[in-house]
């Protein structure tokens, strides 16, 4: 079996009553944002495929796949997933190797159709269904998640529909003491009953900040504390200070795209306690395998970055994680989440919990209705 065409449909989706503050998303019920998306499908010249639909950052993906098709991709067995991994992985050394997330992906959606079992079976998998938390959009100021009462009401409604716990992004225009009022009023309202967690995705501007923040935090018994720090957490000697001042766990390393290598550093150095992964930005299903099992042998706890089947199945085979983050949740946003597949693959049961797909492969079908609908760009690359 050879691969011998790799094809990208470029589409844009539509995410309703959302804008954004400063690149950062937030309700808005006066807005609706179209951020670009793709499905990237390899194929064998006996026709079998494997798909990939991205929901985040189409233009450096689509880039680095181009960089690497026709060298690294095209003419290979397409089972031979690792050794197609380490060559892109090297083939994109000057850059972010975002673009091995999409093609390991769709490999991995592909071997599920040529062996006829889902990825997870492939995997290993052994849950079936994954316990979940809501994941909030940052804080807005349009009479949506706008403040504490709005935050906690938000709060004790999700922990009504089963999620085991509840995160929210701080306030895109930077305000600690914001952020700090909604921890207390969530920890008033529902701390005793749901797992709560703070993601300031990396925007304090200072070390005082992420340190007063982090002390709030630990007297409100938040689960984690998530990349405080505008560098993206690289300056390992400052996380490792907060991390020794704080009692509660940080998570890290979202925004650092070093892979599985920079992981072991900063575990190994202590610069962070939990690591943040991502099948989509850090090499596929490979190569966020390859991290959790790194993180697995520090005894320490790996959480995956949103969603998407990938990550469904990648769970159902890890120990080391907690809860499928399903998000960013607001009032009445419809998040882009499912938007290019068929169904609703990502959506919570009453008892909060969310069902891995059944195979074969990722188990999820492409609404190319809707890919055709709202496409802005075809290529196809044979070989
Ligand atoms: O963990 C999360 O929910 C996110 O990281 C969502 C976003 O990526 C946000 O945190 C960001 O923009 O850094």
């Known amino acids: 079996m ?3 065409e790799i094809e990208i449909h470029a589409f844009d989706y539509a995410a309703e009553r959302t804008g954004t503050v400063g690149g950062n998303w937030v309700y808005d019920p006066d807005s609706t944002l179209e951020p670009p998306g793709f499905v990237l499908t390899i194929r064998t010249a006996d026709g079998t495929e494997g798909h990939y639909r991205g929901f ?3 233009p450096p993906m689509v880039a680095q796949i181009r960089m690497v098709a026709e060298e690294h991709v095209l003419g290979r067995d397409p089972l031979e997933r690792r050794a197609i991994w380490q060559d892109c992985w ?3 050394r000057h850059t972010d190797h975002l673009g091995v997330g999409p093609i390991d992906i769709a490999l991995w959606d592909l071997a599920g159709a040529h062996h006829d079992a889902s990825v997870s079976t492939l995997l290993g998998g052994g849950r079936d269904v994954l316990p979940t938390y809501a994941s909030t959009t940052f804080v807005d100021d349009n009479g949506g998640l706008d403040g504490p009462e709005a935050f906690a009401d938000f709060a004790a409604e999700c922990l009504d529909r089963g999620y085991d716990g509840f995160k929210f992004h701080g306030h895109p225009e930077v305000r600690p003491d914001v952020d700090i009022a909604i921890c207390e009023a969530l920890a008033d309202r529902v701390g005793d009953r749901m797992a709560l967690m703070l993601d300031a995705s990396s925007l304090y501007q200072t070390y005082a900040d992420a340190l007063e923040v982090g002390r709030a935090l630990d007297d409100l018994d938040f689960r984690w504390y998530e990349d405080p720090f505008h560098d993206g957490g690289v300056s390992e000697r400052a996380v490792r200070k907060l991390v020794a ?5 940080m998570l ?3 925004h650092v795209r070093t892979g599985p290598y920079g992981v072991a550093n900063s575990l190994a150095t202590e610069a962070t306690d939990l690591v943040r992964a991502s099948a989509h930005l850090d090499g596929g299903i490979t190569g966020a395998l390859k991290i959790a099992e790194t993180v697995e042998s520090f005894g320490l706890d790996v959480e995956l970055l949103l969603g998407g089947p990938a990550h469904m199945h990648l769970m159902s085979a890890l120990r080391n994680a907690s809860f499928f983050e399903h998000g ?3 009032l009445g946003s419809n998040w882009i989440l499912n938007q290019g597949f ?8 009453d008892d909060g919990r969310m069902a891995v797909p059944g195979g074969p492969g990722l188990g999820v079908d492409i609404d190319w209705a809707f890919v055709e609908r709202r496409r802005t760009g075809h290529t196809r690359i044979e070989g």
């Open 328 to 330: 960013l949740l607001n």
């Open 90 to 92: 090297r083939a994109l």
């Open 56 to 58: 985040a950052f189409t």
């Open 2 to 4: 050879r691969i011998n």
């Open 342 to 349: 068929e169904g609703e693959p990502e959506s919570v049961d």
């Open 252 to 254: 890290g390393l979202e």
């Open 245 to 249: 001042e704080l009692d509660t766990p």
